[in-house]
Each structure stands twice: as C-alpha cells, then as structure tokens.
C-alpha cells in the first residue's frame, strides 16, 4: 500500500490561562487516495479529502517543553469530539493518531457530544429522526454485536439524530457496547477525581414542559419529539450543590456564541448573528445547567462549527462583558484553522423550522426571560389538595432569576471554559484533546489512578445525582400523552428531600461499596450481521434492558420501562401507522438546522420545505 507522502500533522496549543491546564488539538490529513485505509479508517461516512492543515507540531512541542509534556501524561487526558454521526472508525482512529504524536499511549476517556446513532439494526434506523435517504448503519453495529471493541472509555450524550428506541431503554443512562456509556436523559457520574454532568436533547419550547410521552411503538411525532429536552431533568441538575467539572450538552447553551470570537462565528455562519440577535441560537435550558453548575468545562456540538468562548462569573452572577471576554477567547483559535471553507464541500447546513415552535427571547445569566410555565398545564387549587405533597403548589422563584440560580457557595468556580466541535468530516475541527484537572485538587488523592496504565479510571454512580434521582423517580411518567409533569416546589422544598435521600445512599450504597458503575452490558435487540437487509419498513420491538432493571433496583425505584409480552403486543396491536408526511427533513429543534447528513447535513433541497413538515434541527 502507498504512504501518502504530504501527509501533515496539526498540532496547536491553546492555554487557557489556568495552572496545569493546556488544550491540544491534533487534526489529521492527507490529500492522497487511500489515505483512510492507511489509518485504518474503513467508514463509508468518511470521504478521502483534504484536511485543514499546517506544520508547526514541532514548534509546538519546543515551546511546551518537557514538563508541559509529563504534566500532560499525569493529568487526566480527555478526548473530546463533536457530533458522532456513526463514525466511530474515523475517530477512533484519529485519537490514536494524536496520542502517538504527542508520545502518550492513551487516553483516559472520550467525550462524544451527540448524534452518535447507536443503531443495533436497521429497525433502529426507522424510528431515526433522518431523512430516508440519509440513513446509513455506520460503524456501530459492529460494536454492539461484539466484533469490535472501543478501544477508549467513550461517553456521550444524546444528540436529536440518534437511535431513539434504544435510548429509551437506557434512560438512566448505561452502556450500548462494551466500553461505550450512554449519559442518559440527564446524568451526573464521577470519572476518578473528575465530576461530569450532562444533559441530552435539544431546545424546543412546546415540548420543554411535558412529560417523555413517547414509547416504543413510536408515532411519528415521537420521533421527532423524543430528543427534545425536558423541564423535569433540567430540573434535577438545577438542584445540585455540589461542584462539576465537566459540563456536556449537544445544544449550545444560549448566549455562548457572544463570548467568543462571535464575529469570526457569524463569518463564516452568517445565519447564526440573525439568530443570536433575536434570541433563537442555542439551549436557554443548557444555559440555566452551565449558570448554576459553573464546570471548569462545558463542551457542546450540534452546530457543526469548532467554536471556544470563556464565560467568567461574578459573585454577583454577573457576566464580564461580552467584548472583554471575546478577547481572551480570541488565542483559544489557532490562527492557520480554517481560513477557508472547502470549495469542494457541497453546503447542506440549512434545514426547516418546525411547525408551531415559538423562538425563546435572550437571557443572561441571572434574569429570566424563558416561560417557566405552561398554560395548558395549570392545576387548580382544589385538584391539587387531593395530590399527595409533592405536588403541592411551587415555591415563588426569587423575582427576576433564572432557575437555578442564586448558586449555592458550595459551587465555588468562577470560570467556564466552553468548547464546540464539528462533526468528523474532512476539514473540520472535530477532535479536541485536553489534559485536565479536578477544580478541587483534593480530589486528586482522594480518587488516584489504578496501577493499570490501559484504564487508570472508572466511571462511578455520584451520591448527590443518586439521591437526586431518588426523590424525583416517583414522579416520571413516560409513553402517556396526558400526563402533567409535576409543578416545581422551588429548591427550599427540595433540598430536605434530597438530604434525606441522601442519607438513604450513603447507607444503602456507599457504604456498602457499589457506587462503581457495573460492566453490564447486555445485548436487547439483534444485531445487525453481513447479509441483513440495511433498510426494513418495520420499528424495533421494546425491551427491558437489564441494566435499567439493575439501576432501578439499586435506588429501589419504579422501573416504568419494564412490561409482559403481553402488555406490549398490545400497545403494538394498538398503535397507530407511522405514516411520514411528504416533503420534509428529520428534525425536531428551533430555527434554521445544521444538518447531519450526506456530505454536510440535510437542508435546502435535501429534506425539503415544505410548510406541511418543517422539519428543521440543528444536526
């Protein structure tokens, strides 16, 4: 086989101005054919072209020095990558290709923020909110069935183009193949001395405040609702008080694209100063979580661009002005990047708007400007005596906040650090990775590395998100279209229960020594094999995912995802054709999309605009 003999390394620093800390972004290219093979990158989804690229890894590793280099290998080294869109080969691949050039063997842990199309099957992909003609299986049915294995500890959160019946069995989160952890509809987990909070979906204010009302067998508005974030699990991470370090979410949270290079931003994304101006780019809900956990880290996808902004925070929740932080964010771009877009790259960035979505006004970190209710969910004072307490009427928000805030004095950072990336496509920044410490160095000690250098770390359950868990679990409903999520009670009232769930877990968990997350994968549907059709006109059945069963019998709460075979075939029986009304997209979100599809998304003319289905999600 031929080496490509232009192959070129880019290899950029990117302090963050915190001890300790230093960003490296490696992205790798050839011009040559073949070149996917010589890095053992065997996905369709992943074309032989052109990276962005340049030359300056040796200079790189002058000015970092040797005792940037070791302090790299004795952090906890984080991968990150944008949105996954099924190509699990090319990133992998491409993280092995970084390690090697900056001399470690490893990573401790991969970050993916989305999009990651988890599909076991091709019944998995027709409950897949894609356009027909963009499904594709993509590398992981492969891992799932076995075949393969991740060669890192991958996490990721859910995205809005995902394998929506799978997830559904996973909605505490667990693992989808060996070595790769779903973060679930909302998730706090420690990573060693690492505290990593995540939050799945996308913005859309119709469905913030319902219930999860889908289940498999979905409608077809269950596919394009399922992925839409909701007020109950914001509502849960709102309630922590204890400090993260890492934040995720696949939506941007609001205003976010302000504090950064926003004029480079809208650019080369002309769209998005339109959309920034009015309010509509990015998550008011992400924004809430980011505010009131302050990680020292927040990484996102979605939009499809590589995009760093700095969000620092006052005592009294107040920003440092937008300009001022564009600044400082300003060397967080390597100046050779992407200076120019593909000529070669057909555009497919653009989808539809959906029917009835009502675009959210600005917000900054501490006034609310979102609807924190709904009208078509108000109970009645009489209606809700009859209800047992924890539906007792909401406590008042302090006038003029946003949920979640004021932030307790136990969240004590000050400094957000929020980082975007593409989707794994030629010249595209989609692969981050990071030497990162704890805010807290204590943490350090308490959780050192194991003495296997192939996986110093695990993921372990968190008491506080545990106990969290405890108190809200009696009051989930999925798969009933008229059911009310429970009026919040305001974080006085919660903050006695969660204390005395607590102590459940320190008894009945930690103390006992369970809070590692067990290794216990197991296979629900069938895997997809060579010679399976790829494409089928039927949805996958619903199962009860062992892990979900072991979770819930851990906390000692309902496992609502749990039915006889007779109970489904029924709902089966039951359910309605899922009938796809012409002309549209697979969407979901709020405004103009960014497509996740073919070459570079789904938009004009690849999806449609018809008013009869205005599909639009940002891929």
């Known amino acids: 086989m031929r080496v490509p003999g232009n192959l070129s390394i ?28 010589f890095v053992a990158i065997d996905t369709k989804l992943l074309h ?17 020095g040797d005792d940037k280099l070791l302090q790299m290998k004795d952090s906890i080294r984080v991968g990150v990558a944008g949105c996954g869109h099924g190509t699990l080969n090319a990133i992998y691949a491409s993280v092995a290709e970084s390690c090697k050039l900056r001399g470690i063997d490893t990573i401790d ?32 049915p492969k891992y799932y069935s076995g075949e393969k294995k991740a060669p890192y500890l991958t996490i990721f959160a859910a995205g809005n183009h995902e394998a929506s019946a799978y997830l559904s069995e996973l909605y505490y989160g667990g693992w989808v193949a060996p070595n790769i952890y779903y973060l679930g509809a909302a998730n706090v987990l420690r990573f060693g001395p690492l505290r ?20 498999v067998p ?29 934040g995720l979410s696949h939506d941007w949270p609001q205003g976010i694209e302000r504090l950064g290079n926003h004029e480079r ?42 995009y760093p902004a700095i969000k620092t925070y006052e005592d009294s929740s107040s920003e440092v002005p937008p300009e001022e932080i564009s600044e400082k964010a300003e060397h967080l771009l390597t100046a050779t990047e992407e200076v120019a877009a593909n000529p070669d790259e057909i555009d497919l960035d653009m989808e539809d708007d959906e029917d009835g979505q009502v675009p959210a006004e600005p917000t900054d970190a501490t006034t609310a400007t979102t609807s924190a209710t709904t009208t078509d969910q108000v109970v ?27 932030v307790p004095p136990t969240i004590t950072n000050k400094t957000t650090r929020f980082l975007s990336l593409d989707k794994c496509l030629p010249r595209r920044g989609y692969l981050q990775l990071c030497p990162i410490q704890p805010i807290d160095p204590a943490q350090t000690e308490k959780f050192p590395p194991s003495k296997n250098p192939k996986q110093r770390f695990s993921l372990q359950y968190d008491p506080e998100w545990l106990a969290i868990t405890r108190v809200f679990a009696p009051y989930l409903t999925i798969g009933d279209p008229n059911a009310v999520t429970p009026p919040n009670l305001g974080e006085e009232a919660y903050r006695p229960m969660i204390d005395r769930e607590r102590a459940w877990v320190e008894e009945n968990i930690v103390s006992k020594g369970k809070l590692a997350v067990p290794e216990n994968f197991a296979k629900t549907a069938p895997p997809h094999r060579k010679g399976d059709p790829e494409f089928v006109q039927f949805q996958p059945d619903e199962y009860t995912n062992p892990q979900t069963t072991a979770f819930c019998e851990l906390l000692d709460v309902p496992n609502l995802w749990d039915a006889t075979p007779e109970e489904r075939a029924e709902r089966k029986a039951n359910a309605p054709p899922m009938e796809f009304p012409t002309g549209g997209g697979g969407g979901g979100g709020r405004g103009r999309g960014r497509g996740g599809f073919g070459r570079g998304g789904a938009g004009r003319g690849r999806g449609g605009r018809g008013r009869g289905n205005r599909g639009g999600s940002k891929g």
């Open 109 to 140: 842990i991969l970050i993916i923020g989305g999009d990651f199309q988890a599909t076991r099957n091709a019944a998995d992909l027709t409950v897949m909110s894609v356009p027909a003609k963009y499904r594709q299986l993509g590398d992981f």
């Open 265 to 306: 931003l809208f650019a080369r994304k002309p769209d998005f100063k339109a959309e920034s101006n009015r309010g509509e780019l990015g998550n008011p809900a992400a924004a809430y979580i980011m505010d009131r956990l302050r990680p020292a880290y927040w990484f996102s996808a979605h939009l499809h661009i590589k």
């Open 218 to 246: 979905f409608n077809y508005r269950d596919i394009r609702s399922f992925y839409h974030m909701r007020e109950f699990d914001v509502r849960k991470l709102l309630l922590l008080r204890e400090q993260v370090d890492i």
């Open 196 to 215: 990593i909070a995540a939050v799945g979906g996308i913005w859309n204010e119709p469905h913030y405040h319902k219930t999860h009302q889908e289940r």
């Open 48 to 64: 032989s072209k052109t990276f962005s690229t340049t030359s300056n890894f040796n200079h790189w590793k002058e000015e970092l």
């Open 380 to 406: 009645s004072d009489e209606l809700r005596a009859q209800l047992p307490a924890s539906f007792a009427k909401p406590t008042p928000a302090a006038s003029g906040l946003n949920p979640g805030q004021p």
């Open 10 to 37: 880019l290899g950029s620093r990117c302090s963050f101005r915190r001890p300790r800390t230093t960003q490296i972004l490696a992205v790798i290219g050839a011009t040559e054919q073949g070149y996917h093979r």
